[in-house]
């Protein structure tokens, strides 16, 4: 079970800064803009390749893991002194607000094909930092409210794999409440 407030069970002391995924934050930092960069310089290219969509050819990095964020977010804010203006329904609306920033970068585009092959390096860096900003705020938000949500993510597919069973649903987007058995 998740520590009351993750602090103490981090090791947190407040010092700068103290992360240390495989090195330093700075290390993280890299990483990911690398993940970016090869999604964008790849996914287009790919696709025309292998005629495959870039949902079967893309994959994450492992890390940071769901927990390594909440680690680093829990210290960002420490060290900051902001976790008095860390409550959940405060979380929920920035995560909120962070949302309709994603929306911003799609509205007035039209449907917009997978992998974004039409977007800039720097819509594509924007949205990288968009999502991203929606993902903290969501992993803060499950800590504050005591949501494992590694494990909550695993209980939920598991029932949507309930709801939604392969065999019945195959090639229909319709709501399990529309179904007839
Ligand atoms: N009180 C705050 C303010 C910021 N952040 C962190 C979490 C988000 O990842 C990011 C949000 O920062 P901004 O509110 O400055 O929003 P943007 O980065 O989206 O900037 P802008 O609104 O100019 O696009 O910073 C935080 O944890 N707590």
Not at 69 to 86: L, Y
Request: hydrophobic share 35%; proline share 4%.
């Amino acid at each position: 079970m998740m520590a009351t407030n993750g602090k103490d069970a981090c090791g947190l002391n407040g010092d700068e800064p103290s992360v240390s995924l495989n090195g330093t934050s700075d290390t993280l930092a890299k990483k990911s803009h690398t993940l970016v960069m090869n999604g964008a310089a790849t996914q287009p290219d790919s696709k025309l390749q292998n005629g495959r969509t870039g949902a079967e050819s893309f994959t994450f990095t492992p890390e940071p893991t769901i927990e390594d964020i909440r680690r680093m977010q829990a210290e960002f804010t420490d060290e900051r002194d902001w976790n008095q203006f860390h409550q959940p329904r405060n979380l929920l609306l920035a995560m909120v607000g962070e949302v309709g920033e994603v929306s911003e970068l799609f509205q007035w585009r039209g449907e917009v094909a997978e992998g974004l092959p039409n977007w800039t390096e720097s819509e594509r860096e924007q949205l990288a930092q968009e999502l991203s900003d929606v993902m903290i705020y969501l992993v803060e938000l499950a800590e504050k409210c005591h949501v494992d949500l590694p494990q909550a993510v695993l209980r939920k597919m598991a029932l949507n794999r309930l709801k939604y069973p392969a065999s019945k649903v195959h090639g229909s987007a319709k709501k399990y409440t529309e179904y007839k058995d």
